[in-house]
């Protein structure tokens, strides 16, 4: 069966130290992958969104990168950290022309 | 910037009520999607319509599309508590499969 993960489920961090958060997707090849931020009361963000190994699309600049090493891993990252960066991390994929798939979700707190 | 715009942003309703939301977007889509997020959690995909669809039915939940208002709606017959969550619009536009999403609707249902 098709599987996203995503973890961790919680994370504080503080104030410019180093993020990785990662997405792995099972049971599929070369998903289309995206990472998607959400404030508080706000509606989702696209952070970024890959093709393929090493195929990266940035949609806002930001204090973030993602990569793409592995066919079905998706990485998003931070050298430092600002308070701006907390958020709902949420990883997805696209399973054909359906909907997204999400993940469970990064809460990040920045301190 | 967010392509759809749903309203209202908040619902009370109760239980065995109907609920109504509705979204508006802006640009030309190559489909619209309804996504559903307890409160923490990952966004669950509820049903797709297309841009050449009027009306489609999933269960309680009922879609329609205006393309001609760039408007739709999301029926929940018959509400239970459990369906107490956000709900989410979300346009596809084009070629690519990026989703822009709008702020949802907190919908509560009293038991």
């Known amino acids: 069966s098709q599987t996203i993960h995503q973890w961790p489920a919680t994370l504080v961090q503080p104030v410019g130290s180093p993020l990785s958060l990662e997405c792995t997707v099972e049971?599929?090849?070369?998903?289309?992958l995206y990472w998607y931020r959400q404030a508080a009361g706000r509606g989702l963000q696209l952070l970024f969104y890959?093709?393929?190994?090493?195929?990266i699309s940035s949609e806002v600049p930001q204090n973030l990168s993602a990569s793409r090493p592995q066919d079905r891993q998706f990485i998003l990252s931070s050298k430092k950290l600002l308070l701006s960066d907390s958020g709902f991390y949420l990883c997805?994929?696209?399973?054909?022309?359906?909907?997204?798939?999400f993940g469970s979700g990064t809460r990040l707190t920045v301190v | 910037s967010q392509q759809g715009e749903e309203d209202p942003q908040a619902l009370s309703i109760q239980e065995g009520e109907n609920a109504t939301m509705n979204c508006s977007y802006k640009?030309?889509?190559?489909?619209l999607q309804w996504y559903r997020q307890n409160s923490g959690r990952g966004l669950v995909h509820l049903i797709l319509?297309?841009?050449?669809?009027r009306e489609k039915h999933s269960g309680r939940l009922r879609v329609t599309l205006d393309t001609s208002k760039k408007s739709s709606s999301l029926l929940i017959t018959a509400s239970r508590a459990a369906d107490t969550a956000s709900y989410f619009c979300a346009t596809r536009g084009g070629s690519n499969y990026k989703l822009t999403f709008g702020k949802g609707t907190l919908l509560t249902v009293n038991p």
């Open positions: 319509i297309r841009s050449n669809e």
């Open positions: 997805a994929w696209i399973p054909g022309d359906y909907g997204y798939t």
């Open positions: 640009t030309s889509i190559n489909n």
């Open positions: 890959s093709v393929g190994i090493g195929q």
């Open positions: 049971g599929t090849s070369n998903p289309n």
